[in-house]
């Protein structure tokens, strides 16, 4: 899409360096629960935006896969572009993992987990980096 | 009779819920495997809810008449509370921008007829035969109406 050209400049780069992840859902799948849409957003505040929510990574789990989850090295699996020029420098970045309840019949929950991961972002754009 | 009390109830839960179409029938596979087409979906649209990523919404492009289920990926919202955000559907592998009017980019609270709160698989599957098979539809009014008819004369 010819419109994100503007945006480049805050591309964030792949964050591998996230570490790794273990988490063992197996609670939260009882007799009604068909699958689970799990998916790490970002949060931050900008100048242009009082509040910015952007998805870096989803997954999908239905009842029946290994609940245990352990994700290492992972790569951001959405482009995280900012609506302007509001990452750079943006020390407050929240990190949070939520899912969606999939029942077979029912309510449809949106679950926060607790605890976040703060990610701080450089003053100076990348230089060297090209897509 | 059954018409009025269905219509009043339905307008009812139009007031009850804030959205203009509370209950809707999945359409397409785009959700997959969360919704499959011919689920049924029951929707709210409260004016103070906010539109968070992670949500499922149903939205209209502007100028076409289906509505859309998707997942709000990202939002960007000002301080006075106007809001744009972009969606994408489970099952796709790009997000809606392709979906949106021409030169439309992001959508915002207008666009939204409402916000998935409940859902139960199968049974839209009625309203999807009775679209596809015209005939279907016919003969099912003309059983509802057969039934209406006699039952009045016992």
Known sequence: ?131 | MIVSSALMIWKGLIVITGSESPIVVVLSGSMEPAFHRGDLLFLTNFHDDPIRAGEIVVFKVEGRDIPIVHRVIKIHEKENGNIKFLTKGDNNEVDDRGLYKEGQNWLEKKDVVGRARGFLPYVGMVTIIMNDYPKFKYALLAVMGAYVLLKRES
């Not at chain 1, 050209?5 to 197996?26: A, W």
Request: net charge neutral.
């Open chain 1, 1 to 131: 899409m010819h419109g994100r050209e503007i945006m480049r400049k805050d591309n964030l780069v792949e964050r591998s360096d996230l570490g790794f992840v273990t988490f063992d859902i197996t609670s939260i799948f009882d007799w009604n629960v068909k699958q689970l849409f799990l998916y790490l957003s970002a949060e931050y505040s900008t100048k242009n935006n009082a509040l910015n929510q952007v998805v870096l990574w989803d997954k999908i789990m239905l009842r029946g896969d290994n609940p245990r989850l352990f994700l290492k090295d992972m790569k951001s699996k959405y482009f995280f572009f900012d609506d302007g020029n509001g990452l750079k420098g943006n020390r407050n970045v929240t990190l949070t993992l939520s899912w969606n309840v999939v029942p077979n019949a029912g309510i449809l929950p949106l679950v926060t987990g607790s605890g976040h991961v703060s990610v701080p972002f450089p003053d100076t754009y990348e230089t060297t980096k090209s897509y």
